[in-house]
């Protein structure tokens, strides 16, 4: 069972450079997540959505963007890459539950992409 | 955001031994998630919990949700080598948005 997938696992980038993120889910979950979590920090949410063509800001949003074409589909966007958001970045998903709108059903995490900017 | 404090940071235990960890928050929160994270993976789930007052089980693992709404804790019995990791707290704040704790890391010696 493949879950969530994320690519890739690492990479290293220069000041200024953008990258995509890319994530996918195979659970046809319509809730999607992407967390970042800084060393010994918990994660943080960074945006989320509900469902294809939504997405919305989550806690720590500033320097990324999202789009939601597919069900399957989260990727995250870093245009102007900064050394403060060297972190392990996280995809999640999960069901909207039985009433299609529940955000505590279990999210089901990704192995994360470790970002390094120089 | 909300704060979820979690504690203890760090524990380091026998093997054989008990553990206990908890998450607290002067916030009140409406589903509690108790995750595992093994070095270099995803945070895994544990337990969920749903209604206050709430005690469940997993195997050797028992958490519960607080009757404020504002806490809960994870127990583990009989540790094993394989409990080593870092454990996470998750709660879900008006019903839309799930906020972590900073982590709990478990050492056992064998």
């Known amino acids: 069972n493949a879950g969530v997938t994320q690519t890739p696992k690492f990479r290293i980038l220069k000041i200024g450079q953008s990258m995509t993120l890319q994530c996918t889910q195979d659970?046809?979950?319509?809730?999607m997540y992407w967390y970042r979590q800084d060393p010994g920090m918990g994660l943080k949410l960074i945006y989320y959505?509900?469902?294809?063509?939504?997405?919305d800001k989550g806690e720590v949003p500033n320097g990324y963007n999202v789009s939601r074409s597919t069900t399957e589909d989260f990727p995250l966007r870093l245009e102007l890459a900064a050394p403060s958001q060297t972190s392990v970045y996280f995809c999640?998903?999960?069901?909207?539950?039985?009433?299609?709108?529940?955000?505590?059903?279990?999210?089901?995490f990704g192995d994360g992409t470790r970002l390094s900017i120089l | 955001g909300q704060q979820l404090n979690q504690s203890p940071q760090s524990m380091f235990i026998q093997e054989g031994e008990d553990v206990s960890m908890n998450c607290t928050s002067s916030?009140?929160?409406?589903?509690w998630l108790w995750y595992k994270q093994d070095p270099g993976e995803g945070p895994v789930l544990l337990i969920a919990?749903?209604?206050?007052?709430e005690l469940t089980s997993n195997g050797r693992l028992t958490a519960q949700f607080g009757i404020t709404r504002k806490d809960s804790f994870l127990n583990i019995s009989a540790s094993i080598p394989s409990d080593v990791g870092i454990y996470f707290c998750?709660?879900?704040?008006?019903?839309?948005?799930?906020?972590f704790g900073s982590g709990t890391k478990l050492n056992v010696k064998p």
């Open positions: 999640a998903s999960s069901y909207s539950g039985v009433k299609q709108d529940s955000f505590n059903q279990p999210q089901h």
């Open positions: 659970m046809n979950h319509n809730y």
């Open positions: 959505s509900v469902g294809a063509g939504i997405t």
């Open positions: 916030s009140i929160f409406n589903t």
């Open positions: 919990l749903y209604k206050a007052g």
């Open positions: 998750a709660g879900l704040y008006n019903f839309n948005k799930f906020y």
